[in-house]
């Protein structure tokens, strides 16, 4: 279950809504690969409101279309008053292309192109996506046929806690790895003072270490069990009961969600295909950076040894130029204004080609996705198709650096606190069960010592990044940007 550090008004989704708003290929990818796809698992985003983002990708999209129709017609129209002199030559009565046609309606394409995005900025961004103004409730309503599909997504980002995922990275859409760790520890041998250990089982034991980690009181911190399995396995590799529990209809959609009962049975087993995990996820920074700590818990069948394995990943903020929505003004100013009446003037040749063939694809899409669906049709007949996530939305608008040195510290302490408290749980459970701990008591003074405790930042590349020129020079870079991009 995705939970949002403040309801669902999250700056995460905000910026997402942002992104899609002025990247085209990224929004038409989400509504390809999140919303009309029909049989891939979707995946995780912490901090994020899809259904929210995936209304303003399609209101996008249809912004787009009608300026990309209006230029094709202007393109028709440059085309003719250029042609008509070539037949007017080959018919001996030579003549030049006339002013009177190319002038208005280059001028023509000049304002279609001004007016999306002065749209885009002053029409969507500042009203509906500042800071003060955003509200998911108030995000645009779709066409029928999509609000059915919005609602479908809605039920299982609410409900579920199955993450299906693609290729070798089980916890795709929980950004970048900061660390792993793992370790084995003898549970059959008695504490000192004690004759017998006390049995116990996985369950206790995570139930243990979810109530301690629940106690630290970190704001925006959600903690649950959640069960990861390949696409690829849900094809051939799984047992029929458990394979029909996942993936009751073949050409649909794994389910989002398993029972309490059937993840009690995936933990005592421990060695599947399908395992579950302790997940734990920490929103800071209105859900800007989030971190995740995962860890699993495994018996063996001699109940004499527990593995113990732990990891810790990393969201981090969304890419600064999203942000810089927060500096717009209620109408630009008259330098601002100058730079997007220049921007959009160099913009109309290209703008003019790229709408021809964005029309002429419009028709091609329901072929495509026919075509797509023939073969993933083909695929499944041969137990071949990966129903695993392929895309984050979220992860896609990462940016490659902590744009505050205040967020990597608090990186630090998020994935640290967390991971102290696992194992300080995990010690005292074992010690309430007379188990020696003495070895586990050194394991655990190596992983905080030379683990990612260390520095939190050692397995990444998120680094503080250069100061920029100030807000003016980043809005100027922002306005000068071609929304359709």
Known sequence: MNHQPSGLASNATRYLCVAVQLDGKLAKRAIESVLQEPRRAVASSPGVDLVCVLRYALAARSRR???????????????????????????????LPSPELVIPLLAGAWAVVLAERLVTFYGVLKPK??????????????????????????????????SVFSGYEPFFGYGNLLGTWSFTVAVDRPGEGFDAVLPFTVKELTAAVTRAVESLGLPGVDISERVFVNGADLAQGLGPALRWLLLPDLKSRPRASLAPDAVEQLREDGSGRVRPYLVTTVSGWEGDLVTTNTVRFSLSPAKDLLFVEGGAWLLPP????????????????????????????????????????????????????????????????????????????RQAVNDPYFQRYFQKIDQQMYTKVVEHRTMDALVDFLKDHDIDVSELRKRQSVIYNGGIFTSGNASTNFVNSAVTAGPGASIRALIGRDASE
């Open 318 to 393: 969304v890419h600064r130029r999203y942000h810089l929505v927060d500096h717009l003004l209620d109408r630009p100013t008259s330098r601002q204004l100058g730079i997007l009446v220049k921007s959009s003037f160099n913009a109309v040749p290209a703008r003019l080609v790229t709408s021809l063939f964005g029309v002429l694809a419009m028709p091609s899409a329901a072929l495509t996705g026919s075509r797509k669906d023939r073969e993933q049709l083909r695929q499944i007949d041969r137990n071949a198709f990966d129903y695993g996530a392929q895309f984050s939305l």
């Open 65 to 95: 279309a009608v300026v990309q129709v209006l230029l094709v017609l202007i393109a028709f129209g440059l085309l003719a008053s250029v042609i008509r002199p070539v037949v007017n030559l080959v018919s001996s009565t030579p003549s």
């Open 129 to 162: 996506l500042s800071r003060t103004a955003f509200d998911p409730v108030h995000a645009p309503r779709a066409q029928p046929q999509d609000e059915v599909l919005l609602s479908q997504l809605a039920a299982q980002d609410q409900q579920g806690n199955v």
